[in-house]
């Protein structure tokens, strides 16, 4: 059934958006964390200082979810108020449409900051498959953050931020959901020395001035 519906979605992309691939690659920095650790306000401030185009995996599944005539949007709802992963087919083709749109609009667009995926390992076995030799990931950017700190943020977004799921029962679901999927998928990075940490515990001006010297470094 996922299979079927996504080749309907990638059926809808225009020919000449794939032509963008040929020019050149797109450069992926994954930006990994806790649920309010930072992730989206700092990668706004990367895109502010550098040529970084800001992709949320969460954002793209949410705007999915809620686009009039989507096929996906009641399965993604039920997965994002669970607090569950959405399939992992799902997000990617979200993403590379993404990008691919992007590249199409403006050739120099090629780097992007893709925030919170790989969620799980079957979220990176997936984009192994579909996305190998089509981008490279250079890095991870992982903002370290205690559970408590994210839980005591996203409830304090939650009032002004109309997400469904910045509540105690789904924030207790993510955290979980994070610690048991997503810190072994970093782990699987640092084990290659692709991880670059930021403590994230911190206040904004004071975690982006240490995400600075991490891209100034890496160029």
């Given at each position: 059934?996922?299979?079927?519906?996504?080749?309907?979605?990638?059926?809808?992309?225009?020919?000449?958006?794939?032509?963008?691939?040929?020019?050149?690659?797109?450069?992926?920095?994954?930006?990994?964390?806790?649920?309010?650790?930072?992730?989206?306000?700092?990668?706004?401030?990367?895109?502010?200082?550098?040529?970084?185009?800001?992709?949320s995996a969460g954002d793209l599944l949410r705007a999915e979810r809620s686009r009039e005539g989507s096929e996906f949007g009641q399965l993604i709802d039920t997965y994002i108020k669970d607090g569950k992963i959405v399939p992992v087919e799902?997000?990617?083709?979200?993403?590379?449409?993404?990008?691919?749109?992007?590249?199409?609009?403006d050739e120099k667009k090629f780097r992007f900051l893709i925030d919170g995926f790989p969620r799980n390992e079957d979220n990176l076995q997936g984009w192994t498959t579909v996305m190998e030799g089509k981008a490279n990931v250079k890095f991870v950017l992982f903002f370290d953050c205690s559970s408590e700190v994210c839980i005591d943020?996203?409830?304090?977004?939650?009032?002004?931020?109309?997400?469904?799921?910045?509540?105690?029962?789904?924030?207790?679901?993510?955290?979980?959901?994070?610690?048991?999927?997503?810190r072994p998928v970093i782990s699987l990075y640092e084990k290659q020395g692709k991880v670059r940490t930021v403590d994230a515990s911190c206040g904004v001006d004071e975690v982006f001035a240490n995400v600075k010297t991490i891209l100034d470094k890496e160029g």
């Open positions: 059934m996922i299979f079927r519906l996504l080749s309907r979605l990638s059926a809808k992309v225009p020919i000449v958006v794939y032509r963008a691939a040929l020019i050149m690659k797109p450069q992926v920095v994954f930006v990994l964390g806790g649920p309010g650790a930072g992730k989206g306000t700092q990668c706004t401030r990367i895109v502010e200082n550098y040529s970084y185009t800001h992709l799902i997000t990617i083709n979200l993403l590379r449409k993404a990008m691919e749109e992007t590249m199409e609009m943020r996203c409830l304090e977004r939650g009032k002004s931020s109309g997400r469904t799921d910045d509540n105690r029962a789904s924030l207790e679901k993510r955290i979980q959901t994070y610690l048991q999927s997503t």
